[in-house]
């Protein structure tokens, strides 16, 4: 993932923005006799520095994260969904399998690879690493790129799968600039839950265009990724000796298509499911 590729959309700095935290800080400086300005480019400094540390850690690819946020490189989260089950053995490389071969054999994903993503909380004795399945297709023509994360565990014969879907933006030179150039007001809101490791600074400077059409491209990979491996999935528990009956249910809730008289209609609870993925863009200028 690419976090500096817009891709479609004019990445800039508005003039608008520049001309507003300009006169902003005029008039401040004129208020404090200039003691604003040195301030600012002191909390400025430091609010460029913390941000910088966190592109760079996400730039590297380490997948280490602290306590919070164990995907937040990977952009916002979309939805999510567990099932669990029983099973003597483990299956977990079948499903797997299952699920890659699907993905990569009915849809454009660039790749599927294993991950491990390490907690590295100060507050715990050995940092902590887990394993999760990744897949990732080319970003929408405005720049945004949606990422599936699944993972099993088992506890005693009880297995579970779970995945979620994200989507992660573009860094905004736009947002960039605004955080930076408001730092002095903003920084007691959010410095002490940043220090204690409840929120990020990436995400307030990452963009998803809020364009219609990038919504109804994003909505169609969401909806087409939960397709694939809610079928895979089904499928390989079949194979398996599982009873499939009660996911296959909670797949057409989830999905919520239903069917009557040979026509499909999308229930209300779709079209929540779809204003969910609509509230992450909009808002989000590109």
């Known amino acids: ?128 690493q887990r394993s999760f399945m990744k897949a990732e297709s080319e970003p929408t023509s405005r720049g945004t790129a949606i990422t599936l994360i699944l993972n099993q565990s088992n506890f005693g014969s009880m297995r579970t799968i779970q995945w979620r879907i994200l989507a992660g933006g573009y860094l905004d030179k736009n947002s960039t600039f605004k955080l930076i150039a408001y730092s002095i007001f903003t920084l007691f809101f959010w410095i002490g839950p940043y220090l204690r490791g409840e929120v990020d600074l990436l995400s307030r400077v990452r963009t998803i265009s809020s364009g219609a059409y990038n919504e109804l491209d994003v909505s169609t990979q969401v909806r087409c990724l939960h397709e694939v491996v809610f079928d895979a999935m089904i499928a390989e528990l079949a194979k398996n000796g599982i009873d499939t009956s009660e996911l296959r249910l909670q797949k057409m809730q989830m999905m919520n298509i239903n069917i009557s008289s040979g026509k499909v209609n999308m229930s209300n609870v779709v079209q929540g499911a779809m204003s969910k993925i609509g509230e992450v863009v909009k808002g989000t200028q590109g």
Not at 76 to 92: C, D, K, N, T
Not at 100 to 105: C, F, P, R, S, T
């Open 1 to 128: 993932m690419d976090l500096v590729n817009s891709r479609n959309i004019h990445n800039q700095i508005k003039k608008t923005t520049i001309a507003i935290a300009v006169i902003i800080h005029i008039v401040l400086a004129l208020i404090t006799f200039g003691l604003s300005l040195l301030l600012l480019s002191i909390v400025g400094f430091a609010t460029l520095l913390l941000l910088s540390r966190e592109i760079s850690a996400a730039s590297s690819r380490d997948n280490n994260f602290n306590k919070n946020y164990p995907f937040g490189y990977f952009g916002r989260p979309l939805g999510s969904f567990q099932y669990v089950f029983h099973h003597s053995y483990s299956i977990e490389k079948d499903i797997y399998s299952a699920i890659e071969a699907d993905l990569k054999g009915k849809m454009p994903i660039t790749s599927v690879k294993s991950v491990s993503i390490i907690d590295t909380d100060p507050a715990l004795k050995n940092c902590e």
